[in-house]
């Protein structure tokens, strides 16, 4: 399989940013065993129970912010209540409401929902602190689709996973909102508080306060990137890592366009359920207070004001609001601005193939009967949408369309089989414009800041994929390869690898975070299969694949691969 991709402002599919962890969420499961031996912490909150988990000991659901409803809507997260009986939960806290249209939202969603879990190795520690934020476009994800992450803790880290609002309760701006002069971005707000969590209590766990490396994929990582970029995340962490999340670092919103954006959503919302004949509402169009958005009723948020943010901000990402943000993530780090510290940055060989097997499943699925059978291209994008789909993912950048699609992205490059080529071909494109060419630059970035940075690509093309199988049999017309999230089966107990050289990857990748974790590069610690060497440029990449694609091993050729000179230099700039 031919592997690239793309990325760029504004218009690339709204589904680029979704981190698919949302659909391995079947995977969280409640862990109860009344056999288990239970250990107590005493936080500043109250006490906490664990469950033992064969080599790690869990407290799920730990309430880290007071519940943001009610009056606490599109607020600033305040402190938790304290309880005086201990905790004891088997299981991760609800997700936070998905106000998304997007496939992946996770069930049981709840507005109460700030809470995390810690999951700690069996011994005396102090152990290093990894604190995940979890992916989802920022619109859907939770905490319970990393609720195993016994590969990393078994080598000697505390992980914690930390739940934030998404969507319209966690980034709506609207201007009567503002507080301090500021609105928005109340779910980066609930990151802070929780790593300020971490820093109050993660010692009671044998954490290490200041060893806390904060990492993420897709919006996670994303997430990672603005926490670099907000003055108010100074000092909460040591070290970073970046999984798949370059994809937005020139669509922020001033706080005039998405407090803009945010009044048009809400009277959109508001006009709709009003038509749709809901009582409550509280407020008229152009009249809106922020007691009335904090008295909408539950209907309203989940179908009317979540089907108005979806269709104006297909994607969700942190906007400049002056007050998490004081200016973009890429003006911050132009600026020199950033927080500087050891990173760890990387991409996915194939990112885009994820959204193209998105497509072509929900294709297959709207067929009548369904087809589910992968012989069948029919399906597939066909070569006369090839030209439209790039057009569309690349508009707004200055790309010339024609050049694309005939030179630097010829289909007869992608294959023999011509039903199959525009699939390939868009998603190498995409997967270059989006994800890898952003990666790089940033990468550069960070290193001629004089930080040390060491950058990976994912390239295993027999990962598991999540997308396009039904009954244990693979249906979709072409491979998806090292898809986006496909990494993170690699990092967490998501089911069974299948054999012995995943496996193997398995052991190399989370000694890799794990020693990052632990004392800043990922070479320093438990033994790794290659030197993982510092980033310097484009030919110091380490690329991580199973032995029969190539092992682990350094690449030389990333720019090239991803064409991010040749076609994409005067587009993808950081």
């Known amino acids: ?41 005493r936080t500043a909150g109250g006490e906490v129970r664990a469950i033992d988990r064969l080599g ?23 402190a938790p209540q304290a309880w005086t009986t201990a905790l004891a939960n088997t299981k991760s806290a609800a997700p936070c409401l998905q106000t998304s249209a997007s496939p992946f939202r996770l069930p049981g969603d709840s507005e109460d929902c700030l809470y995390l879990d810690v999951h700690v190795p069996t011994g005396l520690g102090p152990f290093p602190v990894m604190v995940n934020l979890h992916g989802g476009a920022f619109n859907t994800g939770g905490t319970s689709v990393y609720a195993d992450p016994s590969p990393l803790v078994n080598k000697g880290v505390i992980v914690v996973n930390v739940a934030y609002r998404l969507g319209a309760m966690g980034f709506l701006a609207h201007p009567a909102l503002a507080l301090d002069g500021a609105a928005g971005n109340y779910g980066i707000m609930d990151q802070q508080a929780a790593l300020k969590w ?10 290490e306060k200041n060893n806390v490396t904060l990492f993420g994929e897709s919006a996670g990582g994303f997430s990672v990137m603005t926490h670099l970029a907000s003055p108010g995340s100074k000092g909460l962490f040591n070290k970073a890592m970046i999984q798949s999340g370059n994809y937005g670092n020139d669509r922020q919103l001033s706080a005039a366009q998405m407090g803009a954006a945010s009044s048009a959503i809400v009277d959109t919302a508001i006009n709709a359920a009003t038509a749709a004949g809901v009582a409550g509402i509280g407020c008229a169009p152009g009249a809106v207070t922020a007691a009335c958005l904090r008295s909408l009723p539950d209907s309203v948020i989940r179908t009317h004001l979540a089907t108005a943010i979806n269709t104006a901000l297909p994607i969700m990402v942190p906007s400049v609001d002056g007050k998490v943000l004081t200016k973009s993530v890429k003006a911050t780090f132009a600026a020199g601005e950033n927080i500087k510290v050891p990173t760890v940055n990387g991409t996915n060989e194939n990112e885009y193939t994820l959204y193209v097997a998105i497509n072509e499943a929900a294709r297959r699925a709207a067929a009548s009967p369904p087809n589910f059978d992968p012989a069948n291209t029919s399906f597939a994008l066909p070569p006369a ?23 630097l992205y010829p289909l007869a490059a992608y294959g023999s089989n011509p039903a199959l080529q525009p699939s390939l071909a868009v998603s190498a ?21 004089g930080s040390p940075v060491w950058m990976y690509e994912f390239r295993d093309q027999t990962a598991l994929p999540t997308v396009g199988v039904a009954n244990g049999s693979y249906y979709l017309s072409f491979p998806q390869g090292a898809a986006h999230s496909y990494d993170l089966q690699y990092l967490y107990n998501l089911g069974d690898l299948g054999n012995a050289e995943r496996r193997e990857l398995q052991m190399a990748m989370t000694r890799y975070w794990s020693n990052f974790a632990k004392t800043g590069n990922p070479n320093g ?31 030389t050729s990333f720019d090239a691969d991803h064409k991010c000179t040749s076609a994409w230099n005067n587009i993808v700039t950081f």
């Open 1 to 41: 399989m031919n592997k690239k991709a793309s990325k760029h402002p504004r218009q690339l599919n709204a589904v680029l940013a979704s981190g698919v962890a949302a659909v391995l969420a079947a995977c969280g499961g409640d862990y109860s065993d009344p056999s288990s031996a239970m250990d107590v912490v």
């Open 56 to 78: 790690m000991r869990s407290y799920f659901a730990i309430p880290f912010a007071a519940p943001p409803v009610g009056a606490r809507r599109w607020t600033a997260p305040a």
């Open 198 to 207: 971490v820093q109050d209590n993660i010692v009671q766990f044998a954490g």
């Open 385 to 407: 949408g090839y030209a439209p789909t790039v057009a569309g993912l690349t508009a707004g950048s200055g790309a010339n369309v024609a050049d694309i699609v005939t030179r």
């Open 429 to 449: 494109m995409a997967t270059d414009l989006g994800f890898a060419c952003p990666a790089l630059r940033t990468s550069q970035r960070i290193a001629a800041q």
């Open 525 to 555: 610690g438990d033994a790794v299969p290659a030197n993982w060497p510092a980033f310097t440029g484009p030919s110091t990449v380490l690329g991580l694949d199973v032995a029969s694609g190539g092992g682990v091993a350094p690449l």
